[in-house]
């Protein structure tokens, strides 16, 4: 099947998700406790709303309508491509959401450079030097990476590099120094599973003839595993890392609470809180999207690591 | 095993290099000052204030919430960045004082207003400040704020410099009602088509220059004020959401105050005091923290019960454990803040046996099971957890069986609507330094908040107070009133206060003069970096 093809039919399958995914999100927000237009009327002010004024923007927002006929006028208004504005900011959803999307991916990204750096060499190691101290160092440091949540690890890292040792900023987004400490909190959880997973994976291929082949032609050890086994090795770690991609997306939250990033985490978690319906609609429309590309990125990536698969069904 | 040991060695490389990224970052950094101004703060050259100060005076304060809450909302930004000002404000007594208003008054039945402005004001886009501003400016406040302001009729331009408010029933306590944010005044050229601020443009000591989502907020110094230039060149209000990081960020210097409502935390009040660079500071401010009665179903529609509880509880126990000190135990249901209007002599006892006594005479050695509701957004910025719990361990005692359950804050609303609770615990701030923002909302059995809330409290006596306190024009008489009234809520307990709020902040020991008033706005005007 020819590339086109693929493309026009994933483009097309994604048509019902993002649909579901509108679906699911705007009935949970109905099912949510609490009085949406309460809420938003007590959204910045120091005191209590009376009871004009909750009544009064539940009438200008529309909340007292059947929740079939507020998803149906939101629908209406997206295919048309306009994701509404803010009930708090009175900004467009679309700006709010792009204006902070930077640097949710710079962190994102960070995180997934920090598991690799980690992951790549001491997975490699652990499987060439297989049941070795080292392997089993590896294990350990994979089980504790596992294990630490990272939000504690991010406390951890503020205490030691920017309160006790003076050498980090403890907080924000800002040059270089402002982005390792956020990375590694979240990169170090994620490194654990991409390690143990290049060690298995690496470990198989080595097992297989070809690399004997390789070996009994005389070549190099190094060559072997670097040239001959990593790249086939990668397939299962592609597939995790888009995986991990999206988890990242979803760890940044903490992260990014705990560091005072400012970027979409921080801001959902609020607009969930202040019930800021067209943000919350308007992420996990977003959201969907980027699953998908990810998904998408993943498969192409397969192609390159082994030539032998084709798109088709 | 040669060869093993060449791929060792190079994974090692590797390994060592991207350590070295990371440790190199630091290190080439390690030397230079800790506090990086942001890009661009040299950029601004401004004349120096009357005293000639050598540190660069830009101050970065760490907040635990977002304060630009832009157009939507009619004062765009919160009133502590000091970029609008208010006709009036409240004194740390909790008594109006003028600001963009120079004096008032009123008419003998209290239905005309008459606020003569502060001449010379200039909004920082050029706009003169007068009567036609203020006219502008008002009614859209008043929409927003339909609590304090439900009486206002229509406004009047006398002259230039004089404006009327109109009332429809007697107000004698407007200057109150109009305080602080009731009468942000924004240029009208912000103004957009609407009536809505585009921007905020105000009078105030300082521009606002830039808003970061989420990020900061950052304000520039007017040298143009009416009351003369702030020392302070460039404030940053920095978001932190985190707590503990807020105060990691003090401690390093990235931030140089931390100082906002609830944004320092008891806790960590010691760590701030051992650290000879911090300086710690305290204010009390105007909100009270109150448990509260369900009176309308069993067990508590028997005051007994409800007296019981709320002598059962010991205040000042509670202040020094679960708030390190930093509270003053409940005394009225007005705030000790409102210094003309609270009564003292009311305060809850203290009593074990007595109240042992009150609930042996109800429950006749029966026990009696309660519900008490917490809202979980607000168990992060209050230890109402642990008084939940010293409160479930007391009322044991007394043969009631607390059982705590902690819901969303939509869900605990829905909860009180529907009066599926016993018992519940709440802050309220008394904004307008009136009682009636208490009497009217809370005690009066047609109040908003008592019937939103399900409190159940009806008293005809407290009814006929609150309506007459309203309208009396003789302060004296209103005071009266009013001291009738908390001795009324003393005595049936439908509400109790546990404990009036102490905000505890801090700075680094070189930021001088900064400090938060009743009602947290920071001193800006007066601050400055030694």
Known sequence: MKVRHYLLRRVVSLLPVIFGVSLITFGLMGLVPGDPAEILASYGKETEPTAEEVEAVREQLGLDLPLPVRYARWL???????????????????????????????????GMVVGLLIALPVGILAAVKRDSILDQLSRALALLGASVPSFWLGMVLILLFAVRLGWLPAMGRGGLRHFILPSCALGLGASAILMRLIRASLLEVLEQDYIRTARAKGLRERATVLRHALKPSLLPVVTVLGLQFGNLLGGAVIIETIFAWPGLGMFIIESILARDFPVIQGFALFMSLVFVATNFAVDVAYRWLDPRIQYGT | MKTFRRIHTTLFIIGLVATLILVSGCQATATTQPTTPPEGAQATTTPQPTTPLKKPQE???????????????????????????????????MVAQPVLATSWEMNEDGTVWTFHLREGVK?????????????????????EYMTTLPNLDSLEKVDDYTVRFIMKEPTPNLPQLIAYFSSAMISPQALGEDGRPTAPIGTGPFKFVEYIEDDSIILERNDDYWGGPAKLERVIFKYIPDATTRLAALQTGEIDAIADVGSLQPEQASIVEQNPDLVLLQQGVATTHYLTFNCGKPPFDDVRLRQAVSMVIDRQGLVDNTLYGFGEPGVSVITPRAKQWVRTDVAPRYDPQAAKALAEEVLDGERVEAKLILHSGLLGRWPYENISQILQAAAAELGIDVKIETLEGGAWNEALKAGDYNLTMMPYTLMTGDPDFFMGRWVWSEGDLNQRRSYGYANERADELVIAAISEMDQAVRKEYYDELQAIVAEEVPF????????????????????????????????YIE
């Open chain 1, 76 to 110: 209406g208004r997206v295919v048309r491509g306009d994701l509404g504005r803010s009930l708090c900011s009175g900004e467009p959803v679309w700006r709010e959401i792009t204006v902070r999307l930077p640097a949710t991916l710079e962190l994102t990204a960070g």
């Open chain 2, 59 to 93: 101050l970065t304060i760490g907040l635990g919430r977002n304060l630009y809450y832009g157009p939507k909302k009619w004062y765009f930004l919160h009133g502590s960045l000091a970029v609008w000002e208010p006709l009036v404000i409240l004194d740390n007594d």
């Open chain 2, 123 to 143: 909004f920082h886009d050029g706009t003169p400040f007068n009567a036609d501003a203020v006219i502008l400016n008002v009614p859209k406040l008043q929409e």
């Open chain 2, 496 to 527: 109790t206060p546990l404990y009036h709020e102490v905000t505890i902040y801090a700075t680094r020991k070189n930021v001088k003069d900064l400090r938060l008033d009743v009602q947290f706005k920071p001193s800006l005007d007066k601050a």
